[in-house]
């Protein structure tokens, strides 16, 4: 049992440049989450879905797209990337809220340390 | 719209004392959750404790417990028995009730833990 995995770990791009951020978990979670942590802002959510092939805008989704095709897994792509999105992004999942009622702790994954030159 | 205020950037306390992380928030929602999550230099994030909106006890998880306040809308994070390994930064964060699960965080409070 793995939990939240992602991919990579590290990665530097040059602006203007393309990536998939790719995130994995075995827990058979329904909703999936992508934040981003910036220093003194805490995480704050781009993207989430809340299933297989559906997924909605967070508070910060300019510059990113998501795609959710199967419940295991959510990718996160920068199309061109730019310089403030410099960041470490997270991936979490969980449980639909139904389930547990609103104690459904999220579980993250490592993080992805991505700097834009 | 949910916020979450966490006023301390950093604090410090002596091992084996008791500390008081605060977290103030702002919601309309009647049904809410609220988390703390810790943040070790290492970078993962680690739940640490819950409390439910309409819980009338207040949360323990080990030496963690929550101070919670409804009335004036605050969720102190108290960590007894201070060890070296508790420094790390923490977040207070926030779960409406119709979110689908979707947490609003803190900016974070940085704990420094001194021999």
């Known amino acids: 049992n793995a939990g939240v995995t992602q991919t990579p770990k590290f990665r530097v791009l040059k602006t203007g440049q393309s990536m998939t951020l790719l995130c994995a978990q075995d827990?058979?979670?329904?909703?999936m989450y992508w934040y981003r942590q910036d220093p003194g802002m805490g995480l704050r959510l781009i993207h989430y879905?809340?299933?297989?092939?559906?997924?909605a805008k967070g508070e910060v989704p300019d510059g990113y797209n998501v795609s959710r095709l199967k419940k295991q897994n959510f990718l996160l792509g920068l199309e061109s990337a730019a310089p403030s999105q410099t960041s470490v992004y997270f991936c979490?999942?969980?449980?639909?809220?139904?389930?547990?009622?609103?104690?459904?702790?999220?579980?993250f994954g490592p993080g992805t340390r991505l700097t834009v030159l | 719209a949910q916020k979450i205020t966490q006023t301390q950037p950093g604090m410090f306390v002596q091992e084996k004392e008791a500390v008081t992380l605060d977290c103030t928030y702002d919601?309309?929602?009647?049904?809410?959750?609220l988390f703390w999550y810790k943040q070790p230099s290492s970078g993962e994030m680690i739940f640490l404790i819950y409390?439910?909106?309409?819980?009338?006890q207040n949360a323990t998880e080990g030496r963690y417990s929550l101070n919670f306040q409804k009335a004036r809308k605050s969720a102190n994070l108290v960590i007894s028995a201070s060890q070296l390994g508790d420094s790390a930064m923490y977040f207070c964060?926030?779960?409406?009730?119709?979110?689908?699960?979707?947490?609003?965080f803190g900016q974070g409070t940085i704990l420094t833990v001194h021999p």
């Open positions: 919601t309309s929602d009647q049904s809410y959750g």
């Open positions: 979490a999942s969980s449980y639909r809220a139904k389930v547990y009622g609103l104690y459904n702790e999220q579980f």
């Open positions: 409390q439910g909106s309409y819980d009338e």
């Open positions: 964060a926030m779960r409406g009730g119709t979110s689908y699960g979707k947490l609003t």
């Open positions: 827990m058979n979670h329904e909703y």
């Open positions: 879905s809340v299933g297989e092939g559906t997924t």
